[in-house]
């Protein structure tokens, strides 16, 4: 199995319900370690520029309100096959669809509050891990 990185958000719906611990313990009981973590209020400029791939679609406006309208935390993730191991501990964006175990169906408010983002690919965890945090700040 190949370590490698993922990038997660706790997103505004969970941070206000005091979910970060709860989301970590599940985070790390799937041998994902946590090398990287800080809890931000993200700018509508920094949500346009990470949610930009969603220009066009008619919920970017608000995706981008509802993660502007509160803290975050952001994480980079290490581990065996971290994108894939992190996508199946999330559960389906739907947290109707989401497996019995999972962060969005124990945590989840709705699909866009669904209370976790992660990385679909090693290139889009680069890329995403890069526009959040320094080098110096990932200690593993």
Not at 52 to 75: A, I, N
Not at 83 to 94: H, I, L, P, S, W
Not at 96 to 102: C, E, S
Not at 111 to 139: L, M, Q, R, T, W
């Amino acid at each position: 199995m190949a370590v490698e990185r993922t990038f997660s958000i706790i997103k505004p719906d969970a941070t206000k319900r005091n979910l970060t611990g709860a989301i970590n313990q599940k985070i790390e009981a799937a041998g994902l370690r946590i090398i990287g973590q800080k809890r931000i209020k993200m700018s509508k400029t920094q949500a346009e520029g990470f949610y930009g791939v969603h220009k066009e679609r008619p919920f970017f406006g608000s995706l981008v309100t509802f993660m502007t309208s509160g803290p975050v935390v952001v994480q980079v993730l290490q581990g065996d096959n971290a994108v894939a191991k992190y996508r199946e501990v999330m559960g389906a964006t739907d947290p109707a669809k989401a497996n019995a175990g999972t962060i969005r169906k124990e945590f989840a408010e709705s699909i866009e509050a669904n209370s976790v983002h992660g990385s679909d690919s090693p290139e889009n965890a680069k890329i995403e891990i890069d526009f959040f945090f320094k080098p110096e700040e990932i200690v593993d």
